[in-house]
């Protein structure tokens, strides 16, 4: 796990997913490209199969954006974005995973035992192929440069 | 599977399937059709998608020294495991021991693991089934202090997980011959503060699990195990079997036999063609001398007699094991100087070498080919979930009979509770396990 930023940040950004499952690994790949860009705005983490430890990643941020693969059937690259403070994020979705306990569930045991940031956003990518050693699909590299755009804007809009 | 292809169009009619979208609280991928006819049942076919073999092609080629890393990929749950059954199953090729503080370190780092598995499997994805929750969110909105107990014992895990490998998931300081860095001593006594609390919340979570409501059954089960005649295994002895087999990690593959099912990519492991069972129970059972006497004590004063029979009674063993594993923690933290050099030097040689370690979910064999390069030209891994899986199999065609006069949706989440037994691991792979219940009649 790589994270760079002290632990206290107020904004935290972290990617999620397996990086030898082709386009599973979507969100540590966001997280990767974004972390020369947004300097000390934010701390940065590639969280892996994080599992129910993403509770305790999230301790302490009142800002917190994550970035899952995310397979509802839509075509590979779509991006999809939650406001999870609201309310839960759908778990058709975002699978029970390998991510052992998989993001929608982290976040509403954390609900439930009081302890989610007050702003939690959910970044998910459509995925194609999920394969064990596939590489990249195609729709996803534009798909992620937009995910990336528009977290760089949520972070200014968060230091505006 | 023969019973449904003899099955003629006609009786098709009077079949029900019932698809549940995904068994809950199991990790990772795969599906359940069970086949009941005249009342009885007829097939039981669990499949699963199994990684592991990919990551048997995936390795060959390359060098040996990037085995513990690459194997540490297969399971975000349990990559100690993996690594361990590499580094010496290929310190078996090389010749060489590692012994003293490096041995101590890598039990350690593999207690962290039991601690951090066990506590979230006992927390957070069995004790709602006791407990009538339909999962740990809703089980935390009424006991959100029981679970905070339970994430906070996973943390102490993590802790030396984080210590010892770099980072909780996927770690990656184990190599071959020991450690690219060992911890200084003031570093593992800074854990000690956290252990301590974690073994009395270790205690009060037997007790908490000893006190659950089970329901009578016990199976006639093989337990297999390592055992080791001074310790509870972790990464050595010998393979042992309840019904008195007694071998050598190098005859593994001589008296256990993968086969393959039509039904599943993963393969089925038997001993001598028929179902065992590994996991905390199996260990418990054949290791009884080496459980400590505070855990002994906490299991006599809830009445509970060792050894386990009853396959829901693993919630139980599985609290005992991190129990015993933060008293190991704290031993192994206490005795503890840092040895001269990380990593035990090493001389490449070719060769085969095999290891078992004791995965969190039961015993996982390691098999290496290396040419004299330190090239792997083979691997061979047969993972816990695999050897479990004639098992669950078993235990559902045991169980089924007093479920069958139930509606469907209640077969199929006690069919559930009897696959979160074993705490299968399938997760390696990833997505849904569905349920799919045919009910046929031949009138």
């Known amino acids: 796990m790589k994270t760079n930023g002290p632990r206290s940040s107020s904004l935290r950004i972290i990617g999620l997913g397996n990086e030898l499952r082709g386009d599973d690994a979507a969100g540590l790949l966001t997280v990767r490209r974004l972390r020369h860009m947004i300097g000390d705005r934010a701390e940065v983490i590639e969280a892996g199969m994080v599992g129910v430890d993403l509770i305790e990643l999230m301790t302490g941020a009142s800002v917190v954006i994550l970035i899952d693969a995310a397979r509802s059937g839509k075509a590979p690259g779509s991006v999809h974005r939650f406001d999870a403070s609201v309310s839960p994020i759908g778990r058709q979705v975002f699978p029970r995973s390998s991510h052992a306990i998989g993001v929608s569930e982290a ?43 528009q977290i760089i804007q949520e972070c200014e809009a968060c230091h505006a | 599977m023969k019973g449904r292809e003899e099955n003629n169009s006609e009786q098709m009619k009077n079949t029900r399937t019932i698809a549940v979208g995904a068994i809950a609280r199991v990790e990772g991928e795969g599906a359940l059709r069970i086949t009941v006819k005249d009342g009885s049942v007829q097939d039981v076919e669990l499949k699963i998608f199994e990684p592991p073999r990919f990551f048997e092609a995936f390795l060959q080629g390359r060098h040996y020294d990037e085995v513990p890393d690459i194997v540490a990929r297969i399971c975000g749950i349990c990559p100690i495991a993996y690594q361990m059954s590499a580094v010496h199953a290929l310190e078996q090729i090389f010749g060489l021991r590692v012994e003293g ?117 016990t199976p006639d089960y093989n337990d297999v195990a390592l055992r080791h005649p001074d310790e509870y295994p972790f990464n050595e002895g010998q393979v042992v079997a309840s019904s008195g087999l007694h071998l050598s990690v190098n005859e593994f593959e001589e008296h256990f036999t993968e086969h393959q099912v039509a039904y599943s990519t993963a393969l089925h492991c038997t001993l001598q063609g028929s179902p065992y069972l590994v996991g905390p129970l199996a260990r418990v059972n054949l290791n009884q001398e080496h459980v400590t006497p505070l855990a002994k004590q906490v299991l006599a004063d809830c009445a509970v007699a060792l050894p386990l029979r009853n396959p829901f009674h693993g919630i139980i063993a599985r ?125």
């Open chain 2, 319 to 443: 609290s005992v094991e991190i129990l015993y594993a933060l008293e190991e923690s704290l031993r192994l933290i206490e005795r503890y100087e840092p040895p001269p050099v990380p990593v035990a030097p090493i001389t490449v040689q070719p060769g085969i070498g095999m290891a078992c370690t004791e995965a969190p979910r039961g015993i996982l064999y390691h098999r290496y080919e290396v040419d004299g390069d330190g090239i792997v030209r083979k691997a061979k891994i047969v993972p816990p979930t695999s050897q479990n899986q004639s098992r669950i199999e078993q235990d559902l065609r045991l169980f089924m009979p007093r479920l069958l006069s139930l509606p469907d949706k209640e077969v199929a989440l006690a069919c559930e509770r009897v696959i979160r037994c074993y705490d299968p691991c399938i997760s390696c792979a990833t997505h849904f396990l569905n349920l799919d219940i045919r009910r046929e009649s031949s009138a």
């Open chain 2, 101 to 217: 503080a490096l041995r101590d370190l890598r039990r350690l780092i593999y207690c962290g693991e039991w601690i951090e598995s066990h506590a979230l499997h006992v927390y957070l994805l069995q004790a709602p089934d006791f407990l009538g929750y339909e999962s740990g969110i809703a089980m935390a909105k009424e006991h959100g202090a029981v679970v905070s107990r339970g994430l906070r014992l996973k943390k102490a895990g993590n802790a030396i997980m984080t210590l010892l490998g770099g980072r909780s998931v996927h770690p990656v300081s184990v190599k071959v011959g020991g450690f690219s860095r060992v911890p200084l001593r003031r570093e593992l006594e800074g854990l000690k503060d956290e252990l301590l609390w974690a073994r009395d919340a270790a205690v009060e979570t037997v007790r908490w699990v000893a006190g659950f409501d089970y329901p009578e059954f």
């Open chain 1, 107 to 149: 976040i509403e045991l954390a609900r439930a035992m009081g302890v989610l940031p007050a702003t939690v956003i959910v970044y998910g990518v459509e995925v194609g192929n999920t394969e064990v050693g596939h590489p990249l699909s195609p729709p996803m590299g534009e798909a992620l440069d937009h995910v990336v755009r």
